[in-house]
């Protein structure tokens, strides 16, 4: 069988938009959290800094010199480039748009793409020929290119490659952590073509000094970012798991992790409650693509389930230390020391502290809980805790559990303020190594892991 093809047939060739200049490039940055707000302040040294988000609350925070999220200062909110807005026409001015926006799971832990994909749109409505969008926002790989170019094009009328360009660069910043800045973390940058990979490294060169990554692709981008949070969630299970296994044989795991910690190539983890909103759920996004290519990643969701039984063990362990004989903790006063999920971090989103508690107040407890720094913006369990603002409130108590370990709590809480409300011998569960050992086994029933 032959083909023939029509030879003088016209056809129109189209010529692609150019890159701007990254050096000068006017950046918009959409959602203005723990990624965001970094990132603009960094682009804001060099040109026209555009930071636009759909809470007009936090807008005006941010006017007034203020971030809830403690990651800027309001020295870095002054800049002279700095802009805030919840108008879509200030878009139109931007060469580069970032997409910082959450990606949470929903009821059943299911992927929730409505935040990248309501971006999206307003993206594809508001943008100009010749711009670059760029997604930080953690997602299995393949949605860039699948879920987010369509969108694109379809909205704007555009076509990626020609009128505008895509990529990735997945976020890396550490909420509460600010010894490691936005800049000093190596970034991965990664392009629908190897021109846009290479204009992504030198625009993101203006804020990162720690490196640049160049991936293969878009794709690889997307895994990579979502393997990170993954290995470390499945470490940290294998820790949580031996944790509950050593403690059923009179072994501390942090002891153990110790020991084995003496050869080079043990890596050390530790046990602990994982919460948030990239450890804690970045991996049911792998779940998800799994499923779809009929595969059923045992091991992500194996981590999954002992990262989320952990709170009940701590409950667990705080009931046999105080009646194992009861059913259940019926009028016993709990005192739980820290409500954000992680140390020194305002953010309470998907905290297992609250997992904590609502397991306590299940088995009858009365719980207070006490945290200065942890921002209550939302509510996220604690069914029956009442929150407290210093430890005498509502003392005396029967227990304390400990779930943090901010600065403030090393610096304001000893064992003097705490047999101050609990009695002599009263059971202390510390899971975050917050009080000496030795001391505090002198005066209470002390466990940390």
């Not at 707000?37 to 960094?42: A, R």
């Not at 987010?148 to 505008?164: K, N, Q």
């Not at 009695?423 to 002198?442: C, H, M, Q, T, Y």
Request: hydrophobic content about 40%.
């Amino acid at each position: 069988m032959s083909t023939s093809f029509a030879i003088n047939q016209p056809f129109e060739v189209l010529e692609a938009v150019k890159l701007p200049d990254p050096k000068t490039s006017v950046v918009a940055v959409l959602g203005l959290g723990y990624v965001g707000l970094p990132l603009m302040v960094g682009f804001a040294d060099d040109a026209r800094t555009i930071g636009f988000d759909i809470d007009e609350s936090k807008i005006e925070a941010l006017l007034n010199g203020e971030d809830s999220t403690e990651m800027t200062t309001g020295e870095d909110l002054a800049k002279k480039n700095m802009e805030f807005s919840c108008d879509v026409k200030d878009l139109h001015d931007a060469d580069v748009m970032m997409v910082c926006v959450p990606t949470p799971v929903m009821q059943g832990n299911k992927p929730d793409y409505r935040p990248v994909l309501a971006a999206s749109r307003t993206i594809g409505a508001n943008m100009k020929r010749g711009c670059v969008v760029v997604y930080e926002s953690t997602v299995d790989p393949g949605t860039t290119e699948n879920k987010c170019i369509p969108i694109l094009e379809e909205v704007s009328g555009m076509r990626e490659g020609i009128d505008f360009y895509v990529g990735y660069s997945p976020e890396r910043v550490s909420p509460g952590e600010h010894a490691r800045r936005v800049g000093d973390i190596s970034k991965i940058v990664s392009g629908s073509t190897p021109q846009v990979t290479d204009y992504l490294a030198e625009l993101y060169s203006r804020v990162v000094k720690a490196g640049l990554f160049k991936a293969a692709s878009i794709k690889v981008a997307e895994a990579a970012k979502i393997l990170e949070n993954t290995q470390r969630d499945v470490n940290i299970a294998l820790i949580n798991e031996m944790m509950q296994l050593f403690d059923a044989m009179d072994i501390k795991v942090t002891d153990v992790v110790a020991a084995a910690g003496s050869k080079w190539n043990f890596h050390k983890y530790f046990p602990g409650l994982v919460g948030g909103h990239c450890i804690s759920v970045d991996p049911f996004y792998l779940l998800n693509a799994g499923r779809g290519h009929g595969l059923a990643m045992d091991m992500v969701a194996s981590a999954r389930t002992v990262n989320e039984r952990t709170a009940h063990f701590v409950s667990d362990k705080l009931h046999e230390m105080l009646d194992p004989e009861a059913h259940n903790l019926q009028g016993k006063r709990v005192l739980v020391l820290g409500r954000a999920f992680k140390d020194n971090c305002p953010d309470i989103r998907n905290s297992k502290a609250f997992a904590v508690m609502d397991s306590l107040w299940t088995r009858g407890a009365d719980v207070f809980s006490y945290d200065p720094i942890a921002d209550d913006g939302q509510f996220e369990g604690g069914r029956g805790a009442k929150v407290i603002t210093s430890l005498e409130e509502e003392g005396p108590y029967d227990a304390v559990v400990v779930t943090a370990k901010h600065d403030c709590f090393v610096e304001e809480i000893d064992l003097f303020k705490i047999a101050a409300v609990v009695g002599r011998g009263s059971p202390i569960v510390d899971l975050r190594g917050l009080f000496d050992e030795e001391i505090a086994k002198l005066q209470f029933n002390y466990w940390t892991p």
